[in-house]
């Protein structure tokens, strides 16, 4: 008679050794990294692949001087050999003789541009000329993680002229590690183009646009700001005093007080968002976080009286204009030509003809 076939049940985890959680997470982040890597690589060895069917093209478009027939021609041909490929369209061919005509040295390149996806690559192709530029937007887009339409909207609002461009003390006020991360966490001009304001002086309208768009307004704080609260009550004494939004930055490690004006730029905003920061600082902050920030947002500035209002004060704030129009980076033709997202998956997937 044969032995019936049995299988190791699981031993519960009560019964594991005391050490074994830190086993269990040391195998996780090994897995997860193993993951990581492995998509990276392949990742890098397509966009090798394109660059180099892309550096042949152009070659053999200068040398020979031939025409688009030649890319719709290959196109055909390639999918036939390879059916089950994607991403051989004629558009697509053309973008990879782009790719390697805007980075002749890309295999030896170990910047972060080595490492983004191919929709963010054609993103910075087809919307910026100069790589310094294309450069510094691969690194924040690695860095914060962005979607390839997350960078496409920072390209347009042009956030590298804005990035660290806020009036403030953080050199006065703050330790220099500290400063210089302040310093990169707020811009100049913020661009609102998630609202529609009614022509109004109306701070209540905005702050109320903004919190009903909050996760775009989150994508235009930056990365690492988490939403508090907004008219935050902070009760001093026997007064009541309202900061219109308060936020946490997770990388800063403290609390931002946001204070609203549909004004230009007055010195008493200053000594009235420090009060609000004082507060923050004593009813609401942990002790191991580190001192309130301040960010003045006005509908417009003077610089100098700016610099001059912060002058002496001990807390950290920043000074900087909002707008509501998006800033466009291209002639409006010229952007109307760009393929949308939906546009680029069908291309790489050969689900529509040329």
Sequence with gaps: MSTPASFESTPAKSGMPEW??????????????????????????????????????????????????????????????????????????RYMKSFAEAWPDFPMLQAPLATLPWYHQIALLEKLGDPETRLWYAAAAVESGWSRNVLAHHIDTKLHERSGKAVNNFKATLPPSDSDLAQQAFKDPYVFDFVSMTGKRNERELEGQLVEHVEKFLLELGQGFAFVGRQVRLTIGEDEFFADLLFYNFRLRSFVVVELKATAFKPEYVGQINMYMSAVDDLMAHPDDKPTIGLLLCKTKNNVVAEYSLRGFAQPIGVAEWESGIVKSLPEEFAATLPSISELEAELSDDTPE
């Design 20 to 93: 074994y959680p830190e086993l269990l997470a040391s195998v996780a982040r090994e897995v997860n990294s193993g993951r990581s890597k492995a998509i990276s690589a392949a990742n890098r060895e397509m966009l090798l692949s394109y660059w180099s069917i892309g550096s042949e093209l152009a070659k053999r478009e200068s040398a020979q001087g031939w025409g688009s027939k030649v890319v719709t021609r290959l196109s055909a041909d390639v999918r036939s050999a390879f059916p089950d490929a994607r991403g051989f369209s004629p558009r697509n061919l």
